[in-house]
């Protein structure tokens, strides 16, 4: 048997789509089981989605249906044997039955939905409305007057009121905190500037101090300087009347 043979990819796509619609199918049932009116919005999508997926199933299931006709009339032409003609002519005709079926139950549902509408109808057109006890049983916000609603807005205002003057107490703690610490700040600064002013003081008192004693150093290097002039001076005198002594001696 070809594995090209479009049947078989065809087949494939059916029985995925089976597989899909069934879970559908099941959940369709159990919902209209539980729904009290055929205008459940979950009920009529659950529908749609069943009748959607039998749509294109049943597309799919005719191609099978037209390819299986064609090979029962020549089935060596298309290299088949009659047991795979067989089981392909089955398949068709159990899928066939099975949407058939899931068809059935949908016409059911519209019929009986439609039955008990009607007879519902019937046994209550005698009887009141139950929205007619609501409204007897609990009174509306008209009956209630203005004052309930004076009474709500102002227990929102006094709510909206106290909700402020929390958030105004945070801000006054907030403020209350930088107030204290700039205060903390400012005393810091004048100590420091007390500091400086005592350091500046100091340092005045050093520079004068260094002054003075470069001068008396510089006196003394220079009273030095004068001193050692005069006694170079003295020896060199010294030495040339020696010299010219030993000269006249000679």
Known sequence: MDHADPFLHVQADVLATLQTTRPLFSSYLRI?????????????????????????????????????????????????????????????????????????????AVTSSAATGSATGNLSSGLPNPSDFDNVLSPSADDRGDDYYAALEQQRQTELMHEQDEQLDGVFRTVGNLRQQADDMGRELEEQAVMIGEVDTLADRVGGKLQSGMSKIKYIVRKNEDTMSSFCIAVLIFVLVLLLILLIAL
């Open 32 to 108: 209209r089981s539980l729904a009290k009116s055929p205008s459940n919005p979950e009920l009529q999508q659950a529908r749609s989605e069943l009748e959607t997926t039998l749509t294109e199933l049943t597309t799919d299931l005719d191609d099978l249906v037209e390819s299986v006709r064609a090979i029962e009339q020549d089935p060596y032409r298309y290299g088949l044997e009659l047991e795979e003609v067989q089981r392909r002519r089955k398949l068709v005709e159990d899928v066939g039955g099975e949407i058939e079926q899931m068809r059935e139950e949908l016409q059911k």
